[in-house]
Each structure stands twice: as C-alpha cells, then as structure tokens.
C-alpha cells in the first residue's frame, strides 16, 4: 500500500502553495525567522536521531563511504541540474512566484534550492523508512499520516522562504517513500519482524540524522553542505550491520 505517501504528496503540495502564495506578502525577517526556527527544529531532529547509535563507529564509516559514493555520483549536481531543467520548463511565472529573477546563466538556484532542501527535509528520517516499511508490510500508515502532517507545515514554512521549488520535492516524496513500500511488499517474507529496536534500522536512523545535521546547517546559514551527496551513507549502514552479524561482531 501507498495510502501514507499519497497522503504525505498531497499535505507537501498543499503546504508548498500555501507558502508560495503568502512568501510575498511576508516581511522577509518574518520569512527569516520562520525558516531559522524550522533549522534548529531539524537540528534538535537530526541530533535525537544521531545519538540512537549503539556503535558511533557504524555512522561515521557510514558518512564517509557515503560521502565519496555521493561525491563520485554527483547527487548533488544532479538534483541542482534537475531544479534547474524545472525552472526552464515551468519558464517565469516559477521564478516570480518564488521572488528569484529568472535564469540568466547563474540564476534558477531558488527553485533548486527549495527542490534539493524539501526533498532531503522530507525524505530523511526514520518516519520516511519505517513509516513507508509497515505501509508496505502491513497497511500501517500511522506514522507515514504523522509525517505528512509535519511536512505540510514544514512545506509553508519553506516554501515562503525557498519559493515554488518545495511543491516539485512532493514527487520525490512519492517516488521515495512509495518505492519503498512497493519493495517492502515484494520482499515482505524478508523484511517481516522489522521495528524500531531492529539494528540495522536503528544504526541507518542514526546515520540519517547526521544527514540531517547538514541540512540543519544550511537551513540556519551556517555552511552550506552538499548535503545530498550524503544520501547513500543512509543505505551504507544497514549494509554494514548485515555485514558485521555474518562475521558474528555483535554491536
């Protein structure tokens, strides 16, 4: 089942075009503000999730393997070049509605921004993986409709800042959290007995927030990251837990 994404898409659209609409007609501080506060919200996230770690060893190789395989792979390059293919085709009233002029050789990084942000602030997260798992196993999207109400908000809040480009992360949303419950259904018998407490998704929950960490830090001005080359240390993880229980290392 997909019922929870679908439901997720429909709360982002919904939250980006409301932000959109009233981005304008907030003061900027206001818009400041607004997104400042969703950083450090994502900071006390990314933070709660990191330290679930029972070996901070997991996480770190995690983030480093993670992040040559997301540097060698360009995601980040990518998803900007996608941002920017959307600005060109959605042509001028995209850039207006987000406050950016239109592309002349160096703009367009309004609705890329908003694009690569909304989708790492959506798509990242133990509600994301286990949420879209028990969807998929069981029919379950408690936690998926939880999620979906925070992304709404968190869409507003963005879009007022970061422009039109959050409303275009809903179909990484529905391509993420529902593929993942598409293979949770096709591969059930394997992933059945998954919960919190299960290893490998603890240790890719705590990967996960220091993914999160850097997202925090774009958010709130600090250094800006590319955060997602970081992406497949999320995936890293749980490799590395399956690995060290065939060697019989306990965590």
């Given at each position: 089942m997909i019922t929870g994404t679908l439901i997720n898409v429909v709360t982002v659209v919904v939250g980006g075009a409301l932000g959109t609409l009233l981005?304008?007609?907030?003061?900027e501080k206001m818009r400041q503000t607004v997104l400042?506060?969703?950083?450090?919200i994502t900071l006390t996230v990314g933070l709660s999730m990191a330290i679930t770690t029972r070996n901070l060893l997991i996480p770190l190789f995690s983030v480093l393997i993670g992040g040559l395989l997301g540097e060698a792979l360009a995601i980040d390059d990518a998803l900007t070049r996608l941002g920017a293919w959307f600005e060109r085709r959605l042509g001028g009233s995209l850039g207006a509605s987000a406050g950016a002029p239109l592309p002349d050789g160096t703009a367009g990084s309004t609705v890329a921004q908003g694009f690569i942000t909304a989708s790492l602030v959506f798509c990242v997260g133990p509600m994301t993986v286990v949420?879209?798992?028990?969807?998929?196993?069981?029919?379950?999207?408690?936690?998926?409709?939880?999620k979906a109400l925070m992304d709404g908000f968190a869409a507003m809040a963005l879009a007022a800042s970061l422009g039109a480009?959050?409303?275009?992360?809903?179909?990484?949303?529905f391509g993420y959290q529902g593929g993942l419950?598409?293979?949770?259904?096709?591969?059930?018998?394997a992933l059945g007995g998954v919960t919190r407490e299960t290893p490998w998704v603890v240790e890719m929950t705590a990967t996960g927030g220091v993914v999160i960490l850097s997202i925090a830090f774009i958010l709130l001005d600090i250094k800006r990251i590319r955060a997602a080359n970081l992406l497949p240390a999320i995936f890293v993880a749980p490799l590395i837990v399956v690995v060290l229980g065939w060697l019989g290392?306990?965590?």
């Open positions: 981005g304008n007609r907030l003061p400042h506060g969703l950083g450090l949420g879209s798992i028990q969807d998929g196993l069981m029919g379950d999207y408690t936690l998926l409709a939880i480009g959050v409303i275009l992360s809903a179909g990484t949303v419950s598409l293979l949770a259904m096709l591969f059930a018998a290392v306990s965590l």
